[in-house]
């Protein structure tokens, strides 16, 4: 080839991949370390710590599982967030309408698509999707209420081979939200799912917790589990295969950290979830890349209320709360020990999700110590002559089993609050038990996504029982909290919305649940091959994107 053939083909292909990156940046995703040339990827193996628990996506409701499902299956629409906004894309469905009460939603379904199996998707597998994930109703996890408060067996209408409504039993501001992500509605084969239910398998729960059949990119090869997951092309997916892609996935569940850096090191891994509290294992390494993402989840430390649980009074005292989220050390919490890798929260509601910046100004509490103790002792809880407070009572925080960066994040609150004069204890116990029965003070625990709307954190983390919340049962229950909560599910406009979230930010400084210790980011480490990939905060990693150059 001549110098100026060679020179036009450079050209050409710094032409695609600027088009390429224009592109992606305008669907709503972040993408990482766009490769050059390529093409002929094959495997690629993703370490994880996450187990792989089901990949039946009607009662899936765990990051583990979140991999291969979401790879593939697929929704009808996609959630989109990047720098210039916050809304949904095109999936399965190609458009949508709402009507202006916000009870009917109107789909109309892409066509052509195929299942990994060759039948074609039609506005009965949707309606048979819905129904199913109603009917059977999660019986592992409950993932199913994230559409049941919206739907019922009878929401669903066909219109056409490719239009189908929808009407909602009420109106529910989050409600594309809800269908946004892989759980629990994924688009099912009708045909070949009912080929399999049985008198044994009501709704073919077992055999689709085994033998998954979607649209997505992906279908599975082989399931060891509790070992690996690989997943291969199905290469009958409607955006077609040219260009870079990975002909093969392996999932693999690691079981510790230090396993998953050796593997990455060995160059058995090309990408993992690391966890921050090892990065330092890896930070030095030259064949290691390191890249950070915003995610959705959330730490806190819920407090907990009820007095017939702990037989402790002053937990119900909302000033002694608000002087217990002054003690608490934010920022050397998230340089010490998240490395840096954590934003500050405002708010319950996650950066990045809609109404968080404008509901949420500023932050409630901050670490002062003076101001602590000083909002103690004019609440009546003074230093006793033994130097401690509330009588010598025992505070009892609790963390996960095994969770080392919760466990030093409740050591060192614990520091904070003996300093004040409180006695406190730091148990590690079984979060099952725990957020439901425990008698513990403050639990430290994680919020993750479930489906991408500021509901999916007010609802469970502030709103009373009797309103449908408080999932961690920590006795919270506030009437003004509550009744804008419903209003902000109901709001047809975002400034209503907007309103009911500013009025909720504003009373929970005054009646405080939880320290909201912050948003951590997610940590992928990768090789330095010829790698790009894009995370998306809802299903994290898309396998169609991420490839590796052979």
Not at 20 to 28: E, N, P
Not at 109 to 118: A, H, Q
Not at 328 to 355: K, R, V, W
Not at 381 to 396: A, E, I, P, S
Request: with cysteine.
């Amino acid at each position: 080839m001549g110098e100026k053939s060679r020179e036009l083909r450079n050209i050409k292909i710094t032409a695609v991949a600027l088009i390429v990156v224009a592109i992606l940046l305008m669907s709503g995703v972040i993408y990482v370390g766009i490769a050059m040339k390529g093409g002929n990827a094959t495997v690629l193996v993703y370490c994880t710590a996450n187990h792989i628990l089901t990949l039946d996506p009607a009662d899936a409701d765990d990051i583990g599982s979140l991999a291969p499902i979401g790879n593939i299956y697929e929704t009808l629409i996609k959630y989109s967030s990047d720098e210039n906004g916050l809304g949904f894309l095109e999936g399965l469905a190609t458009s949508w309408t709402k009507s202006t009460d916000g009870l009917w939603y109107n789909f109309t379904l892409r066509e052509g698509v195929r299942f990994s199996n060759g039948n074609l998707l039609t506005s009965s597998d949707v309606k048979f999707s819905i129904e199913r994930a109603l009917s059977m109703d999660s019986p592992n996890t409950g993932v199913a209420r994230i559409i049941s408060r919206s739907l019922d067996l009878n929401s669903t209408q066909i219109l056409d081979d490719y239009h189908l409504s929808m009407k909602l039993k009420q109106p529910y501001a989050g409600f594309l939200a809800t269908i946004a992500q892989p759980f629990p509605l994924s688009i099912l084969d009708r045909e070949y799912t009912l080929e399999h239910y049985s008198a044994e398998d009501k709704y073919a729960h077992e055999f689709m917790s085994d033998n998954p059949m979607g649209t997505g990119p992906y279908m599975l090869e082989t399931w060891q589990k509790g070992s690996e997951v690989v997943l291969v092309r199905n290469a009958l997916h409607w955006r077609g295969w040219s260009g870079n892609h990975t002909d093969k996935i392996v999932i693999r569940e690691v079981a510790d950290a230090v396993s998953i850096t050796s593997a990455l090191e060995a160059g058995d891994a090309d990408i993992a979830d690391v966890p921050l509290s090892n990065l330092s294992d890896v930070a030095d390494n030259p064949d290691l890349a390191v890249e950070t993402f915003r995610t959705f989840d959330i730490e806190i430390a819920v407090m907990n209320t009820v007095h017939s649980r702990t037989n402790h009074s002053f937990m119900r005292d909302p000033s002694v709360r608000q002087a217990l989220s002054y003690a608490f050390d934010y920022l050397n919490t998230s340089a010490q020990l998240y490395q840096g890798n954590m934003e500050e929260l405002n708010g319950c509601i996650p950066n990045g999700l809609p109404f968080s910046a404008e509901s949420q100004p500023t932050k409630h509490f901050v670490y002062n110590l003076n101001l602590a103790s000083d909002m103690l002792n004019s609440s009546g809880y003074f230093l006793d002559v033994r130097n401690q407070r509330f009588n010598g009572t025992t505070m009892k925080l609790v963390v996960q089993v095994g969770d080392p960066l919760r466990i030093a994040s409740a050591e060192s609150y614990a520091l904070s609050l003996r300093r004040l004069g409180v006695l406190v204890t730091v148990e590690e116990g079984d979060s099952s038990v725990l957020e439901w029965k425990g008698n513990w003070d403050m639990f430290f625990a994680k919020k993750v996504l479930r489906y991408p709307d500021p509901d999916d954190y007010v609802v469970p983390l502030l709103v009373s029982s009797a309103g449908g919340g408080d999932f961690f049962h920590s006795g919270i229950s506030d009437s003004i909290i509550d009744s804008a909560a419903r209003a902000a599910s109901v709001g047809m406009s975002e400034s209503s919305r907007l309103e009911a979230y500013e009025l909720i930010w504003q009373e929970s400084k005054e009646n405080p649940n939880m320290i909201l210790i912050g948003q951590p980011d997610c940590v992928l480490v990768s090789r330095n091959l010829e790698i790009g990939f894009q995370f998306d905060p809802v299903m994290r990693l898309d396998f169609y994107t991420l490839w590796i150059s052979a």
